[in-house]
């Protein structure tokens, strides 16, 4: 089961903690994402971070495309249309607005949970 979270709450705390909490944000979102996609033996959220951190963002762009397909099929697994959330993702991170993609992921994250 995978905890709820507000989406503006988190971008608020992002914000004020300097980018801290967004963080721990992206490794929530991995670990739910790959408890949602039934994903065993997945990148921790921790790797993640430290990945994106060394090649400075260009492995987070990488895992924004693949959580965004994961997320598709998890949504049509369960008979809910999906888009191409993949690319959008990407999109928006390479114009510098990954925190957008978070709360979008976040936001499919809180549909799936319910």
Do not use: H
């Not at 709450?9 to 991995?30: F, H």
């Not at 400075?56 to 888009?83: F, R």
Request: charged share 10%.
């Amino acid at each position: 089961m995978i905890q709820q979270r507000n989406v503006a709450v988190c971008i608020i705390l992002s914000i004020v903690t300097c980018g801290l909490y967004g963080l721990y944000w992206l490794v929530c979102l991995n670990d739910d994402v790959n408890t949602v996609s039934k994903t065993e033996n997945g990148t921790s959220g921790v790797v993640v971070v430290l990945l994106s951190i060394v090649t400075c963002s260009i492995y987070l762009w990488y895992w924004l495309y693949v959580q965004g397909n994961k997320i598709d099929e998890a949504k049509t697994a369960k008979g809910i249309p999906s888009s191409n959330s993949g690319i959008i993702y990407l999109v928006l991170a390479l114009v510098g607005l990954s925190i957008v993609s978070y709360a979008l992921m976040q936001n499919e994250l809180n549909k799936l949970a319910e």
